[in-house]
Nanobody
Framework: QLQLVESGGGLVQPGGSLRLSCAASGFTLDYYAIGWFRQAPGKEREGVSCVSSSGGSTNYADSVKGRFTISRDNSKNTVYLQMNSLKSEDTAVYYC??????????????????WGQGTQVIVSS
């Protein structure tokens, strides 16, 4: 059973930081690109960032470029999303997803095979 579990969400003030984690069980992440997505209330789910299987290639949506950093620790079977300089428009449920291949297509994984359940991020004063 392929399972991804996100954690690290919460309430933060504008300008603050959060680090999200995406832990895998039932399979090893080593061979797969992993992406982060988010869905704000009333909006469609959108891609945020993607990291290749080795961690050597990372890509970001323009809306988060320079503020968010994706990374992975394959020894821990975990991918992270460091979010700095948070804005109210970053408020959303954040999901991680495992692709079917080692590479990303822009800032999303190719042929998503598994989704996490999501973690809520609220940016508000």
């Amino acid at each position: 059973q392929l399972q991804l579990v996100e954690s690290g969400g919460g309430l933060v003030q504008p300008g603050g930081s959060l680090r999200l984690s995406c832990a895998a069980s039932g399979f090893t992440l080593d061979y797969y690109a992993i992406g982060w997505f988010r869905q704000a209330p009333g909006k469609e789910r959108e891609g945020v960032s993607c990291v290749s299987s080795s961690g050597g290639s990372t890509n970001y949506a323009d809306s988060v470029k320079g503020r968010f950093t994706i990374s992975r620790d394959n020894s821990k079977n975990t991918v992270y999303l460091q979010m700095n300089s948070l804005k109210s428009e970053d408020t959303a449920v954040y999901y991680c997803a495992a692709g079917g291949y080692w590479y990303c297509s822009g800032y999303v994984p190719v042929m998503i095979r598994s989704w996490g359940q999501g973690t809520q991020v609220i940016v508000s004063s």
